[in-house]
């Protein structure tokens, strides 16, 4: 895991504490390979995003959009309750599509956490990857993915 | 290029959601950018901050994305150069492709407090707080980067040099 405000500042995540979080992104350029997507259906495949949470899946390339529905992957995020969204920036930098708002927090799979990086200068971003983000979409809040299993 | 102006100190990892943050990207304008520049850093730099003012930095300034609209903001800003313990590399690059001095300078932030007037002469690399009489040596700018910022830039520079080529 890697705390607010920089990649940096990482740590296990058995130290991360009680972190309830407001949205949870998978992909990106950097960690949206069919790979990262794959993790986060195995983890997620059967469960359900939490109510309180906003889980959004951006496939890093078009190729990988199209491997990831033909192997089902998207389906499996859809079922669970994510949004899949199009390949281009978006959340990571707070462009588009889950702008962070005053005092919510995020679980990323992108890699980059400084202040205001996706939204509001008063929210907060935990970096992790994709197995974390997807099982702290169904948990609420930042957990490990055998805590969900 | 010798420049002198009023200093302005920021911490370590200044990255560039702070420089410019991302809600601001709607635009290539230097002058619009500058209006934003720094806000959630520190709200008052836009309204505050005057042409010809230098940046002190610690390390890693510039980390992060590696968008042209930092580098412009600052410029838009009115700021005349950055200097810091160390630099993120792209932002770097895109400093000098984009006509800003930069100078990797190990300890500025000893010689240099907000408010100090400084003169940074980039051919010898001599820093000098013209307020306080302290001065250090930075890395000095080769002769080529000289002249890509003498020029304005990597696209005035490389228009100058098809210009003089083609004589």
Not at chain 2, 62 to 74: F, T, Y
Request: with cysteine; glycine share 10%.
């Amino acid at each position: 895991m890697a705390l607010p405000n920089l990649p940096s500042n990482a740590c296990p995540i058995s130290e991360v504490g009680e972190v309830r979080i407001d949205q949870a992104f998978l992909g990106s350029c950097t960690n949206g390979c069919l790979e990262d997507l794959e993790i986060g259906a195995k983890v997620i495949e059967g469960k359900r995003v939490h109510p309180d949470v906003r889980l959004i899946v951006i496939p890093a390339t078009p190729t990988i959009y199209k491997d990831a529905m033909e192997k089902g992957i998207l389906k499996t995020f859809l079922e669970a309750g994510a949004v899949v969204s199009t390949p281009t920036c978006g959340p990571c930098l707070g462009g588009y599509m889950g702008v962070l708002g005053d005092g919510e927090k995020a679980v990323s799979s992108s890699n980059r956490n400084f202040v205001g990086r996706m939204g509001s200068p008063k929210s907060e971003v935990y970096l992790a990857n994709p197995a974390v983000v997807a099982a702290s979409a169904v948990a609420g809040k930042i957990v490990h993915p055998d805590d969900v299993q | 290029m010798t420049t002198q102006g009023r200093v302005w100190v920021f911490g370590d990892n200044i990255d560039t959601d702070g420089i410019i943050p991302a809600r601001y990207l709607t635009t290539f304008d230097a002058e619009e950018l500058g209006a934003h520049c720094m806000e959630d850093v520190d709200p008052e730099f836009p309204s505050k901050v005057k042409p010809g003012d230098i940046l002190v930095a610690g390390k890693n300034f510039g980390c992060g994305s590696s968008r042209e609209h930092a580098v412009l903001a600052l410029k838009g800003a009115g700021i005349a150069a950055v200097l810091a313990e160390s630099f993120a590399r792209i932002f770097f690059r895109n400093a000098i492709n984009t006509g800003l001095l930069v100078l990797e300078a190990d300890g500025v932030r000893s010689i240099l407090d907000a408010g100090d007037t400084v003169r940074v002469d980039a051919k010898s690399g001599t820093i000098v707080n013209e307020t306080r009489g302290r001065s250090l040596t930075a890395k000095p700018v080769p002769a080529f980067i000289q002249e890509i910022l003498d020029a304005g830039g990597l696209m005035e520079y490389a228009k100058k040099k098809l210009q003089t080529d083609a004589r």
